[in-house]
């Protein structure tokens, strides 16, 4: 049974885009049954260049990504999610929907790469580490026997990750 892990950014424009971009790379190299969305409380409507960029130098096919609202995933006919993680502080602040099954509940927490100074290449240089060390995160999370771990288990193993 597929596991799906929705990521949190308030736009979803870079952070949530990038985990969601590496979490589905990774796994499809993995074999892994996990599947990744991302979402914003209030999105942008566009996705941060410099995150596909990214993305794109590291093998991910990021054709059809969008900016889109974490109402998207609330109601009957979506995908249920297991895990929830967000990735930006104020997105962690925020009061987040009820999402049906109560998924597991994490805060991986990074710099807003697009507050990076030096232009064009320096943007570019903290996307890509930003890209790394979400994919770092990304690993260990599909390297977990997600499947034999109940709640309590899971979110530990998930809290011990964001310390990584």
């Known amino acids: 049974m597929t596991t799906n892990v929705l990521i949190l950014c308030t736009h979803n424009s870079a952070r949530s885009v990038l985990s969601e971009g ?6 499809k190299q993995l074999d892994r049954d996990v599947r990744a969305y991302s979402a914003g409380s209030a999105p942008s409507g566009r ?3 410099f995150a596909l960029e990214a993305l794109s130098r590291a093998g991910v096919d990021v054709d059809g990504y969008r900016s889109k609202s974490w109402d998207e995933f609330v109601g009957d ?11 930006c502080d104020s997105a962690a602040a925020e009061q987040c929907p009820y999402w049906p099954g109560s998924p597991v509940k994490v805060h991986w ?4 790469p697009s ?10 240089l903290a996307f890509e580490l930003t890209r790394q060390a979400i994919g ?9 026997p997600i499947e034999e771990l109940s709640h309590a288990d899971l979110q530990e193993a998930l809290q011990r990750i964001s310390q990584s």
């Open 22 to 27: 590496m979490l589905n790379h990774l796994a």
């Open 47 to 49: 996705i941060n260049p």
């Open 77 to 87: 006919d979506v995908p249920k999610m297991d895990i929830v993680i967000t990735v």
């Open 109 to 112: 927490g990074y710099a807003d």
């Open 115 to 124: 507050n990076a100074q030096g232009g064009d290449e320096g943007k570019r």
């Open 136 to 144: 770092y995160r990304m690993l260990q999370l599909l390297l977990l």
